[in-house]
C-alpha cells in the first residue's frame, strides 16, 4: 500500500484539548488530572493509556431523570493520549465556554470536560412543544463541550439585532442559558402536503448569547438516552 494515499487522513498534532478530525469525529488530547466525561459507547480509537469509567457515582446522581432504561449515557474518561470519539457519523461542533453556561439537549452530548459545572434541568414551558423532551443538560464554568448535529449546523448570534431568533424544538441542539426564551404557535406550511396537523411551535430566543440549530427535525430518538 502506498503511504502517500492514506497520508491524507493521519490525524495533526494537536493544538487544543478538543478538535475535529473531519467533521464527524472529535480528537480530544488527554492528560493526567483533566477528566473527560463522553457518551457511553463513543470511543473509536485512543493512542497512549485512556481508561474508562462507565455509570461513575456522579453519573448515577446527577441523571436519574434523563435516563430511559437503556443504562447511563456517559462515562468518565482518565489517563494520558489522544482520544478519538464519534457518535453514528453525526457531525461534532466543538465549543470552549469562558465562564458561560449552556443548556444542551441531552442526545446531543458528546463529551465535556468533568471540571464542568453540570447537571440535569426542567427546561419550563417545554411541555407543550411536540417531540421536545423536558429535561436538559447544563453545563457551566471554563473548559470544552463537545455537541453532535445531524447535519452540519447553524450557530446563531441572538445578540446582533433586536429581532428575536425563532427554531423549531425538534432541531434546537443548544443554547446559552442566559438566553429569554418563549414559545410561539404557527401555520405550518408544510402540512399543505400531508405533514402534520397545520399547527407548528416555535421556540423564540433573544438576548445575548447563542443557539446552535441543526438541519433535522426528525424527533424520534430525542427522548431516549442512546448507550
Same mark, same amino acid.
Given at each position: $500500500?502506498?503511504?502517500?494515499?492514506?497520508?491524507?487522513?493521519?490525524?495533526?498534532?494537536?493544538?487544543?484539548?478538543?478538535?475535529?478530525?473531519?467533521?464527524?469525529?472529535?480528537?480530544?488530547?488527554?492528560? &493526567?488530572? *483533566?477528566?473527560?466525561?463522553? @457518551? &457511553?459507547?463513543?470511543?473509536?480509537? =485512543?493512542?497512549?493509556?485512556?481508561? =474508562?469509567?462507565? +455509570?461513575?457515582?456522579?453519573? @448515577?446522581?446527577?441523571?436519574?431523570?434523563?435516563?430511559?432504561?437503556?443504562?447511563?449515557?456517559?462515562?468518565?474518561?482518565?489517563?494520558?493520549?489522544?482520544?478519538?470519539?464519534?457518535?453514528?457519523?453525526?457531525?461534532?461542533?466543538?465549543?470552549?465556554?469562558?465562564?458561560?453556561?449552556?443548556?444542551? +439537549?441531552?442526545?446531543?452530548?458528546?463529551?465535556?470536560? %468533568?471540571?464542568?459545572?453540570?447537571?440535569?434541568?426542567?427546561?419550563?414551558? $417545554?411541555?407543550?412543544?411536540?417531540?421536545?423532551?423536558?429535561? +436538559?443538560?447544563?453545563?457551566?464554568? &471554563?473548559?470544552?463541550?463537545?455537541?453532535?448535529?445531524?447535519?452540519?449546523?447553524?450557530?446563531?448570534?441572538?445578540? /446582533?439585532?433586536?429581532?428575536? &431568533?425563532?427554531?423549531?424544538?425538534?432541531?434546537?441542539?443548544?443554547?446559552?442559558?442566559?438566553?429569554?426564551?418563549?414559545?410561539?404557535?404557527?401555520?405550518?406550511?408544510?402540512?399543505?402536503?400531508? @405533514?402534520?396537523?397545520?399547527?407548528? =411551535?416555535?421556540?423564540?430566543?433573544?438576548?445575548?448569547?447563542?443557539?446552535?440549530? *441543526?438541519?433535522?427535525?426528525?424527533?424520534?430518538? @430525542?427522548?431516549? %438516552? /442512546?448507550?
Amino acid at each position: $500500500m502506498h503511504q502517500q494515499s492514506i497520508a491524507g487522513f493521519a490525524p495533526s498534532p494537536p493544538a487544543a484539548r478538543m478538535e475535529c478530525h473531519g467533521s464527524s469525529m472529535l480528537k480530544v488530547a488527554m492528560a &493526567t488530572g *483533566q477528566d473527560l466525561f463522553a @457518551r &457511553t459507547g463513543s470511543m473509536v480509537a =485512543y493512542e497512549g493509556f485512556v481508561q =474508562y469509567e462507565p +455509570n461513575p457515582p456522579a453519573i @448515577r446522581r446527577m441523571a436519574s431523570q434523563w435516563l430511559t432504561g437503556e443504562g447511563a449515557p456517559l462515562m468518565r474518561c482518565h489517563g494520558d493520549g489522544l482520544l478519538y470519539l464519534a457518535d453514528y457519523g453525526a457531525d461534532v461542533v466543538v465549543l470552549h465556554l469562558s465562564e458561560d453556561s449552556l443548556s444542551v +439537549n441531552g442526545t446531543n452530548i458528546l463529551a465535556f470536560d %468533568a471540571h464542568l459545572d453540570w447537571g440535569v434541568e426542567r427546561v419550563k414551558g $417545554m411541555a407543550k412543544f411536540a417531540g421536545q423532551g423536558l429535561f +436538559n443538560v447544563a453545563i457551566s464554568g &471554563t473548559g470544552w463541550v463537545a455537541l453532535t448535529s445531524r447535519g452540519t449546523p447553524v450557530v446563531v448570534d441572538c445578540g /446582533r439585532g433586536e429581532d428575536e &431568533t425563532y427554531v423549531d424544538p425538534d432541531a434546537l441542539v443548544a443554547w446559552s442559558s442566559g438566553l429569554k426564551m418563549k414559545g410561539k404557535r404557527s401555520f405550518k406550511a408544510s402540512s399543505m402536503i400531508g @405533514r402534520g396537523s397545520g399547527e407548528a =411551535y416555535q421556540l423564540g430566543f433573544s438576548g445575548q448569547g447563542f443557539v446552535v440549530v *441543526q438541519p433535522s427535525e426528525d424527533s424520534a430518538d @430525542r427522548l431516549r %438516552a /442512546r448507550g
